[in-house]
């Protein structure tokens, strides 16, 4: 059974710094590409970023761009997310999620795309 746990949220202020952690097990890790979804109160589920099995591709969402930083260590079985520079409106519940599929090119940022998910944990910045 696979299973993914985040950790390190928490509350920090606006322009502060947070890294958040996603260990997985039950399965290879190597065998998936990774990624961080959040989902604010009200508000659909956003892609964050992904990165590909061997951690050669990296990909984030727009408004992520050069604030956050997704890696993996496979030989700790986690997936990680520096979050730098944050803002009030990155407070949500962050989710790292993992997806099985062979992929030749890319990686996905669709969230149906995605087998396993974590439970989630809590970002908050105060302004």
């Known amino acids: 059974q696979v299973q993914l746990v985040e950790s390190g949220g928490g509350l920090v202020q606006a322009g502060g710094s947070l890294r958040l952690s996603c260990a997985v097990s039950g399965r290879t890790f190597s065998m998936f590409t990774m990624g961080w979804f959040r989902q604010a109160p009200g508000k659909e589920r956003e892609f964050v970023a992904a990165?590909?099995?061997?951690?050669?591709?990296?990909y984030y969402a727009d408004s992520m761009k050069g604030r956050f930083t997704i890696s993996r260590d496979n030989a700790k079985n986690t997936v990680y997310l520096q979050m730098n520079s944050l803002k009030p409106e990155d407070t949500a519940v962050y989710y790292c999620?993992?997806?099985?599929?062979?992929?030749?090119?890319?990686?996905?940022?669709?969230?149906?795309?995605?087998?396993?998910w974590g439970q989630g944990t809590q970002v908050t910045v105060s302004s």
């Open positions: 999620a993992a997806d099985p599929a062979w992929r030749v090119v890319g990686v996905p940022t669709d969230g149906s795309e995605y087998a396993y």
């Open positions: 990165i590909s099995r061997r951690g050669g591709v990296p």
